[in-house]
């Protein structure tokens, strides 16, 4: 499995889980709950734009989108999604599936 589509999957689990936490269906929301919760249990401040970004580019399918995580905003979605880090999370998961339920 490529790093795209590693950093695809760990996108899809957080937007998935900030859906599950909040109830929110759109990109928008779902970023701010994701930036949010970041700060509030990481002390990391990321813009919510960030996650917008990441949503347009891994989520909505436009590869022009600007935006790729660096290791750091990896491990701290990693970490958001219940993971030790990024190279767990690849570790873990790079023979799975992309679960798809973000729309």
């Known amino acids: ?3 795209k589509e590693v950093i695809k ?3 899809y689990a957080a937007f998935n ?3 599950k936490e909040s109830l929110l269906m759109l990109k928008t ?5 994701i930036s949010s919760k970041i700060e509030k249990e990481y002390k990391t401040c990321i813009s919510e734009k960030t996650f917008i ?4 580019k891994y989520i909505g399918g436009r590869e022009k ?3 790729e995580p660096n290791r750091h905003i990896l491990d701290l979605l990693c970490k ?3 993971y030790e880090n990024f190279v767990d999370f690849y570790n873990k998961e790079k023979n799975l599936p ?3 339920q973000i729309i």
């Not at 970004?53 to 347009?56: G, K, L, V």
């Open 1 to 3: 499995m490529g790093y």
């Open 53 to 56: 970004r990441y949503y347009d």
């Open 9 to 11: 999957k760990i996108v």
């Open 80 to 82: 958001y999604i219940g």
């Open 17 to 19: 889980k900030a859906k």
């Open 29 to 33: 929301p779902l970023s701010k709950h």
């Open 65 to 67: 989108a600007t935006g």
């Open 98 to 100: 992309i679960k798809k």
